[in-house]
């Protein structure tokens, strides 16, 4: 694909539709962490719906600025779009998620992680919606 092929301005009204996608993929990894605490699903599901949720905010993010959309899974790349003065409560150490969005949800039980990687990972995604709903205008009108 050429690079003028990667990215995408959308209307800025699509930023609304993303960050509902965000906050109910948001509310699927909530329900797998019950799971989680319970060895009744894979952790790689519920590290993929937050780096899903993760993703899909840095994107509504950058739609709401009419900035263009690299379409990527890296979050990496996706925070480096993101203007200085808006930049999130976090930084590039959420790109460590970005493996989840392809590579770990092809393994079983690869993962060894840890009730406070989890705890980390709930309080991450909470910082990033409110982030994100801060940036994002209320008014847009959805499409």
Not at 21 to 41: C, F, M, P, S
Not at 97 to 112: D, G, K, M, W
């Amino acid at each position: 694909m050429s690079p003028s092929h990667q990215e995408r301005v959308f209307k800025q009204s699509y930023a609304l539709e993303l960050l509902s996608i965000a906050e109910a993929d948001w509310n699927t990894a909530l329900y797998l962490r019950k799971g989680l605490q319970e060895h009744a699903v894979r952790s790689e599901n519920f590290f993929f719906f937050v780096q899903q949720t993760l993703e899909k905010l840095l994107k509504a993010v950058l739609v709401s600025q009419q900035l263009p959309v690299p379409l990527v899974h890296d979050l990496g790349i996706l925070i480096a779009k993101i203007p200085r003065e808006i930049e999130p409560p976090f930084g590039y150490e959420i790109n460590r998620l970005s493996e989840f969005a392809a590579v770990r949800r092809y393994e079983e039980s690869s993962l060894i992680w840890n009730e406070e990687e989890a705890d980390e990972a709930v309080e991450l995604g909470n910082k990033a919606i409110s982030w994100a709903k801060t940036i994002i205008p209320s008014s847009f009108t959805a499409p």
